[in-house]
């Protein structure tokens, strides 16, 4: 059973830092890219960063310069550091794994940024 399991969401003030981690596990293919989409109510879930295989990263322009993706290559895990959050930050963020043949998502995790 494919898991991609998320943590590191919570409340923060404005200006302040939050760390996601993403750890799949039962992923039958190689995976060829991490990365992290948010959501919020009534709006399209949209891409955030993410990480590839051989190490390339990319942002999002609204999160270039204050969040940055990395990778534990031996655990397969991802990591998101979000720093000098803004509450326009506010949104369910989910993990993804993208494979040769199928994409995977965490369930999501809730993070505010209050003003």
């Known amino acids: 059973q494919v898991q991609l399991t998320e943590s590191g969401g919570g409340l923060v003030q404005a200006g302040g830092s939050l760390r996601l981690s993403c750890a799949p596990s039962g992923v039958p293919f190689f995976i060829d890219r991490m990365g992290w989409y948010r959501q919020v109510p009534g709006k399209e879930r949209e891409f955030v960063a993410s990480i590839h295989w051989n190490g390339n990263t990319e942002y999002a322009d609204s999160v270039k310069g204050r969040f940055a993706i990395s990778r534990d290559s031996a655990k397969q895990t991802v990591a998101l550091q979000m720093n000098s959050l803004k509450p326009e930050d506010t949104a369910v963020y989910y993990c993804?794994?993208?494979?040769?043949?199928?994409?995977?998502w965490g369930q999501g995790t809730q993070v505010t940024v209050s003003s």
């Open positions: 993804n794994a993208l494979t040769t043949r199928e994409a995977y």
